[in-house]
């Protein structure tokens, strides 16, 4: 069995899982992943693009290339104030004060909480959960008294300036974070707003430009003065490989995002994988 990856680590879209604040716990899949591939002896080359030269002798080809970010189309979409939404997580892009976000799916509020968390928690685990600046903080915003000190392990919630000002924005006329998880999107929707998101559904986008981004909301135009507008308008499959492999007649099949890019479907993922190998 080889391993292919692209990056210098193995992990794809849990990497950017990972670095959002109240899911650091991810680092951890990674490193069991890491862990087994080292047990079963499974051959990693990192940091490689895989070829259909490099795949031709072998029997069997399964492609989890993952996905790439949707750009939307409209004027200004490659203003200098545009960023994709991978760059800022991982860091490579810096983000101003006043935000616009492009799409309020799960990625959308994802980027929201990462740019208005107002802790120092670099995606690490400390060297225990009472001492974790990330669930430090969950504690202190939903006021939550660790110690049980006080009655009903209850204390008054902190309200910390958030370090930007963000508009979360969709096309849809629906609720903004209408399609989260039944059991948790209450809690996020509640955490931006205490944060001073604020959410625009039925938004039309016009253009971007110096002045900012230009939308109309019920037909009103508006124009959001922004220092950064960042795109999380979806993503499509990563097909390259797969159409160089077809060009070669070698056979594969497709399996994650590389198969349906939806969200960042991780158990839909490991699902698919682990019954493909079983397959075969």
Same mark, same amino acid.
């Given at each position: ?25 991810? !680092? ?38 993952? =996905? ?7 004027? *200004?979409? !490659? ?6 939404? =991978? ?7 810096? /983000?101003?004060?006043? /935000? ?10 994802? $980027? ?6 107002? *802790?120092?928690?670099? *995606? ?41 000002? $963000? ?15 039944? !059991? ?12 001073? =998101? ?58 994650? *995002?590389?198969? $349906? ?20």
């Amino acid at each position: 069995m080889t391993l292919y990856d692209a990056s210098p680590a193995i992990g794809g879209q849990f990497n950017l899982a990972r670095r959002i604040p109240g899911k650091e716990e991810f !680092t951890e899949t990674l490193r069991y992943f890491d862990q087994r591939l080292a047990a079963f002896g499974v051959e990693r080359r990192l940091s490689r693009h895989a070829t259909a030269d490099d795949l031709r002798d072998a029997d069997a080809v399964i492609v989890a290339t993952g =996905v790439v970010p949707r750009q939307p189309a409209f004027d *200004g979409i !490659t203003h200098p104030s545009v960023a994709s939404y =991978v760059d800022v997580i991982e860091g490579r892009r810096e /983000v101003g004060r006043n /935000v616009a976000i492009i799409g309020a799916g799960g990625i959308g509020f994802d $980027v929201a909480e990462f740019l208005t968390h107002s *802790g120092g928690d670099d *995606g690490h685990a400390s060297d225990g959960a009472l001492h974790d600046p990330a669930i430090t903080m969950f504690r202190d915003e939903w006021g939550i008294d660790a110690t049980y000190a006080l009655p009903g392990g209850l204390k008054a919630a902190a309200e910390p300036a958030p370090p930007r000002n $963000v508009w979360l924005l969709q096309r849809k006329s629906t609720k903004v974070g209408d399609g989260l998880a039944k !059991t948790t999107g209450w809690i996020r929707r509640t955490l931006l707003r205490r944060r001073g =998101v604020k959410m625009l559904s039925g938004v039309s986008y016009e253009r971007i430009d110096d002045d900012g981004l230009h939308i109309r909301v019920d037909e009103v135009p508006q124009t959001l003065a922004v220092d950064t507008i960042v795109v999380c308008a979806g993503q499509e499959p990563r097909r390259d490989l797969a159409q160089a492999l077809e060009a070669a007649g070698i056979p594969f099949t497709l399996i994650g *995002g590389a198969d $349906v890019a939806v969200e960042l479907d991780a158990k839909r993922a490991i699902d698919q994988g682990t019954r493909v190998a079983l397959a075969l």
